[in-house]
């Protein structure tokens, strides 16, 4: 299939492509059989003509197809005229060959050729071979066999005159590609009629693991077949341009991180700025601004980027960009200067809520009266801090949609909690409460001890960044080892870090790295939750949890105490709201409102530290991460693609796991901060299983399969224990990736297989 950018009205296009909606070379298979039809480029009468403009675009027909201008023109000739035999009628063998080529029929073709009947490199007049059709299809037994026989893999044939190479690059095929670049003489750098080679071809497909392996293949300084990333096609368009076009940004991502110039212009004097309006992504659009595009370079129509993005209508998109890349709209799109550095940003950041909660709590002293007014002037003066926050000092270091989350302010909001129950803890419980409750006090210390300093710990501590090589030698014998094993794919390799992921691990937005045997992002600790601060963040939560339950008892006697020696005549004249609690909060809410509401504050703070105990202790006692359990219902319901191009004879049951991406309203994401969302997971994971159990389906969702359930009691050990089972090593943390799967200590930086379960942890 050919492609053709959608260029402006007034740009005049330049080279006859067409591509589908998505941005991909979509190729249709026939109805009733898994022979994959090509599209066809007629020509003009001159069958050497090679100027683009010139070029019509039609659809590359099979191979029983290939005759059809013959049979137009038998239908213009007279009825009295006898019907000419076509190429495969006047030779069947080489007919059947084809076929047999098409539907990988490896005993056939062996028949065809080893009985000398046929010779591997024969081809009718359209000059398609047997490799040509073997490529397309995926058939990489029958392409080895071919190219063992004498196969030319740099053949070109059909009327775009392609190689083999090129078929199966313009269809995404990379294993086919790794064997003819690995193991043949096929030459990256041929030209078809289109002027269009291997890496332009791969960047059409839009399968972002070919277009990795030809970059660290072909385009490394140490690579055996050079391809440059930069070579123009007759349009002088680059693979940038076209990944731009597309709007692929996995593509351009990595097109960049091998040294792709933004700054090439093609025969319209477009740059890949220019091309990525057509589609409008801001993600391709930041990616090519960062990179260093320049956003004033003018057209031959004399139109910048901003004349483009407003006749695609998407200036406002663009807009935000550069405000989102530290551009200043002011200044003419100058940096924007910073008031103060990102690093004195994030601890202001950080230590607002500090001042922020006592006013709100002090301003909301409902017991006097206005209890409306107050609680409503409480809440907007925290909103509007936090507001201010938001305006003046985040986007010093942080520019996004919804800063706030990937912010210090909740982790800021937490610790001023905190800091703001010990301070009262100390000075005013404490010194009452020691005596007569020696042990709480006692309890309550050390719990505060374990959560400030788990807290802290899981905070500043690397969570588990999977080291990422820096040798493309290296990265490209990851690659060869997973197509050696068939599992070169987006769910076994990490194009965003080009590193071969270990199970588990997943890749960080926040941090842009990937990180092993990953939980979750946690903005309640300003960090991601993975293989060295799981731990720290598990004691965090449960000390919490108890230091809370802790504080609230304590501040009970507190109050009753202080209760006993205070006179009171209004015993009789309570509020409503008095009525309807006990005695002593009632009277801490009437002459302690800063600590009361500091303990009201406790309680909806401890919502979300009830939920993420549950879910956080059914996880572990499951084998399961908060990420992996958060994808079994889309593993269920929503399968999607990987980019594995695997072929069937290499598949052999091959499990591909799925995942959902799915974008996140602002209540979704309320839910998740709060983790609400795991707790509602759970329970209709629960629902659903009681209404399956008398039907035949074909999932149940609570006896799914989990290769990293090794039973209750081996889960949590795992968990808490790094080595042999003893109490000393509860203590440890993992140095690097080290942990505990089934007993066994594995190094979750390097692990790509689940250790294997006995017969008795098998259900």
């Not at 200044?331 to 500090?354: C, D, E, I």
């Not at 009525?579 to 002459?591: E, F, P, S, T, W």
């Not at 050990?717 to 509860?730: A, M, Q, S």
Request: hydrophobic fraction near 40%.
């Amino acid at each position: 299939m050919t492609t053709e950018i959608d260029q402006p009205a007034n740009v005049e296009p330049s080279n006859g492509v067409t591509l589908e909606q998505n941005g991909t070379a979509v190729v249709d298979n026939t109805p009733g059989t898994d022979v994959i039809p090509l599209d066809t480029l007629e020509t003009k009468a001159d069958p050497n003509f090679h100027d683009q403009d010139e070029i019509e675009t039609t659809s590359l027909k099979s191979t029983d197809a290939v005759v059809d201008k013959l049979e137009s023109g038998l239908d213009n000739s007279s009825i009295h005229e006898a019907p000419k035999p076509s190429e495969q009628d006047l030779n069947p063998d080489l007919a059947k060959f084809m076929q047999g080529c098409q539907e990988g029929s490896l005993d056939l073709v062996k028949e065809l050729v080893e009985s000398g009947s046929i010779k591997v490199n024969d081809t009718f007049s359209d000059g398609i071979s047997g490799l040509h059709w073997a490529c397309i299809n995926n058939r990489l037994t029958l392409v080895k066999y071919l190219v063992v026989r004498g196969a030319d893999p740099n053949l070109y044939g059909g009327e775009l005159r392609a190689t083999p190479l090129h078929w199966a690059c313009r269809n995404g095929l990379v294993y086919i590609v790794q064997y003819l670049i690995s193991n043949t003489s096929a030459d990256p750098s041929l030209r078809d009629l289109q002027t269009y080679n291997a890496l332009h071809l791969a960047v059409h497909s839009s399968n972002i693991t070919l277009v990795v392996y030809l970059l660290l293949s072909c385009c490394d300084q140490n690579s055996k077949k050079k391809l440059y990333i930069d070579e123009p096609d007759g349009s002088n368009r680059t693979a940038l341009h076209w990944a731009s076009y597309q709007n692929d940004v996995f593509t351009v991502n990595a097109l960049l991180k091998f040294g792709a110039d933004v700054s090439k212009t093609d025969d319209s004097l477009f740059i890949p700025l220019h091309w990525c309006f057509m589609r409008g992504h801001k993600n391709v659009m930041k990616a090519l601004v960062e990179s260093g595009s320049d956003i004033f370079f003018k057209n031959d129509s004399g139109k910048d980027s901003f004349d483009i993005a407003r006749d695609m209508n998407c200036l406002n998109a663009w807009r935000k960009v550069l405000i989102e890349s530290g551009l200043d709209p002011k200044n003419n799109w100058a940096p924007k200067v910073r008031w103060v550095s990102p690093k004195v940003g994030k601890v202001l950041t950080y230590l607002a809520p500090f001042v922020l909660l006592p006013i709100s709590l002090n301003i909301c002293n409902t017991s006097q009266g206005l209890a409306f007014p107050k609680l409503v002037l409480a809440f907007a003066s925290f909103a509007f801090g936090i507001f201010v926050i938001n305006k003046t000092i985040i986007p010093t270091y942080l520019i996004d949609n919804k800063p706030l989350p990937k912010s210090p302010i909740l982790a800021g909001i937490f610790s001023a909690t905190a800091f703001w129950c010990i301070i009262i803890w100390i000075f005013k419980v404490l010194p009452a409460t020691l005596f007569s409750n020696f042990f709480a006090n006692l309890f309550m210390g050390i719990f505060i001890a374990v959560f400030v300093w788990s807290f802290f710990k899981a905070m500043f501590i690397n969570p588990g960044f999977v080291p990422t090589p820096t040798d493309n030698v290296v990265i490209l014998s990851q690659v060869e080892d997973l197509l050696g094993c068939g599992k070169f794919d987006t769910d076994h390799f990490c194009v965003n870090s080009f590193v071969r992921k270990p199970i588990r691990s997943r890749y960080s937005r926040h941090n842009k790295k990937l990180v092993a045997r990953f939980d979750h992002y946690c903005p309640w600790v300003y960090n991601e939750i993975g293989v060295r601060n799981h731990k720290l963040f598990i004691t965090f939560v449960y000390a919490l949890n108890l230091a809370i339950l802790l504080f609230t008892y304590l501040t009970i006697q507190y109050f009753d105490k202080s209760k006993d020696s205070f006179d009171s005549d209004d015993e009789d004249n309570q509020s409503l709201f008095c009525r309807l609690i006990d005695d002593d909060l009632c009277y801490g809410y009437k002459n302690n409102q800063f600590h009361f509401n500091l303990l009201v504050w406790c309680w909806l703070q401890y919502i979300w530290i009830f939920f993420l105990c549950l879910v956080q202790t059914f996880q572990i006692l499951r084998g399961l991460t908060t990420w992996e359990f958060s994808s079994l219902n889309s593993k269920i319901y929503n399968p999607r693609s990987n980019h594995s191009t695997v072929p069937e004879e290499v598949a052999d049951s091959l499990t591909q796991p799925s995942r959902s991406d799915r974008k996140h309203n602002e209540l979704q994401t309320c839910l998740n901060l709060l983790g609400i969302d795991q707790f509602v997971m759970t329970i209709k994971m629960t629902i659903a299983s009681v209404f399956n159990r008398n039907r035949t389906a074909s999932v149940d969702p609570l006896h799914i399969d989990i290769p990293t359930d090794y039973g209750l009691k081996q889960n949590w050990l795992d968990f808490w224990i790094i080595g042999e089972p003893n109490w000393r090593n509860v203590f440890y943390l993992p140095i690097e990736g080290e942990n505990n799967l089934n007993g066994e200590v594995v190094d979750y930086y390097k692990l790509y297989e689940y250790p294997p379960k006995s017969s008795s942890q098998v259900v």
